[in-house]
Nanobody, 120 residues
Framework: VQLQASGGGLMQAGGSLRLSCAASGSIFSINAMAWHRQAPGKQRELVASITGGGTTNYADSVKGRFTISRDDSKNTVYLQMNSLKPEDTAVYYC???????????????WGQGTQVTVSS
């Protein structure tokens, strides 16, 4: 099982970016999916999460600006980031809580990270 994140880049403050994270491999089902970020010198923090039923949760710092969504037909989670600020600069990681085919327990997987840089 692999998670492949994409969509990062360099953007001016006020701009928008859309991150994608596709899970591939022998997957039976995916429960919660989420985006985290880690800025230089800081701990990794949860940005947004979405359950299998579609319930979302956001960090206070991104509420009203970021939107998490998922497409279960593609095993993909998205993060639409609007009104970007320089403080959003970080490496963004996706993760998924899923059950592999032939397994009975849930396992957490992480993507490789994608850099988002917002200039002022």
């Amino acid at each position: 099982v692999q998670l492949q994140a994409s969509g990062g880049g360099l953007m001016q403050a006020g701009g928008s970016l859309r991150l994608s994270c596709a899970a591939s491999g022998s997957i039976f089902s995916i429960n919660a999916m989420a985006w985290h970020r880690q800025a230089p010198g800081k701990q990794r923090e949860l940005v947004a999460s979405i359950t299998g039923g579609g319930t979302t949760n956001y960090a206070d710092s991104v509420k009203g600006r970021f939107t998490i969504s998922r497409d279960d037909s593609k095993n993909t989670v998205y993060l639409q980031m609007n009104s970007l600020k320089p403080e959003d600069t970080a490496v963004y990681y996706c993760n998924a809580d899923l059950i592999r085919r032939g397994w009975s327990r849930r396992t957490e997987y992480w993507g490789q990270g994608t850099q988002v840089t917002v200039s002022s």
